[in-house]
């Protein structure tokens, strides 16, 4: 594909990310590999909703500026180690989507066995641990996740995908964010059933029949929970044994629609129960 053709893919995906709330003010990069030797790159303090195809930059691998007016994300660093960590990339895609970024600043990863679809296509998305953005800190965080995942959280930053190609990572992005709403409806409606682990390890089989390449299998177990110090090297699914059962109900959640995990009360019992609070602060 010609240079001209990936500044406009770019623009184009920038815009998308503006449009869906990805992105505010001028949050947000994105990068894709010319050839073997040169990326192509959105440039800082620059909104993605309003980009022009001469705004990018080209760089080297090292980072250095070749070509453009303007300089380069000043995420560049997190983008040239998920290069150099995974040859098989071409394209990185970095953006706060509300929902997913939601779940970063909890703390919790996206990595429950809910969606067959998201089983299928990035396994899990898992949570990096925070690191000061635009420091050396996030390409050592992003690191530790990069060569088994396309596609994670940034703990109270946001979320980042790999694809190969600019559309390829773009989509997991829009997968991340989507999962990110799916998963906190069912939470909110107190009851999340989770997916059996048998049931996983045959969805992970379909991946070839879907013509999926993923970076590395789906497992159950956590090898980085045993030794924080490892890098991933499978794709950690909490997906609990089915004993003959497709679907598990999450632990915490409620077993049915108006069990005793469910408490309701009148806009009166309410506000007395309040009152009651208030006077046994005085």
């Not at 195809?53 to 660093?77: F, H, N, V, Y």
């Amino acid at each position: 594909m010609s240079v001209e053709s990936l500044r406009s893919d770019i623009v184009e995906i920038g815009r998308r990310m503006y449009a869906r709330g990805y992105t505010a003010s001028n949050d947000g990069n994105i990068s894709v590999r010319i050839d073997a030797s040169r990326l192509l790159m959105t440039p800082k303090s620059v909104c993605k909703g309003f980009m022009t195809p001469d705004m990018m930059c080209i760089t080297d691998l090292e980072g250095r500026k070749l070509q453009g007016d303007r300089d380069p994300s000043s995420e560049a660093l997190m983008h040239l180690e998920v290069y150099r960590q995974r040859p098989d990339v071409q394209a990185v895609v970095h953006a706060h989507p509300p929902t997913a970024t939601g779940f970063a600043v909890a703390g919790i990863p996206l990595d429950r066995a809910v969606l067959a679809e998201v089983l299928t296509t990035l396994g899990s998305i898992p949570l990096a641990e925070y690191a000061t953005p635009s420091t050396a800190e996030l390409p050592e965080a992003v690191r530790k996740y990069i060569k088994a995942h396309d596609g994670m959280l940034l703990a109270n930053h946001g979320a980042l995908t790999v694809g190969g190609d600019l559309y390829s990572a773009y989509y997991k992005m829009e997968t991340i964010e989507h999962f990110a709403k799916i998963s906190l409806v069912a939470r909110m409606l107190g009851r999340e059933n989770l997916i059996s682990r048998e049931e996983v390890m045959r969805l992970q089989q379909l991946r070839g029949t879907y013509g999926i390449q993923a970076p590395a299998p789906i497992c159950a177990d956590d090898p980085i929970a045993d030794d924080p110090g490892n890098a991933a090297t499978c794709q950690t699914v909490q997906a609990p044994e089915g004993d003959g059962a497709r679907l598990i109900p999450a632990p915490g959640s409620a077993e049915k629609a108006g069990d005793d995990t469910e408490i309701r009360l009148t806009y009166r019992e309410l506000s007395a129960l309040i009152e009651d609070a208030i006077r046994n602060l005085r």
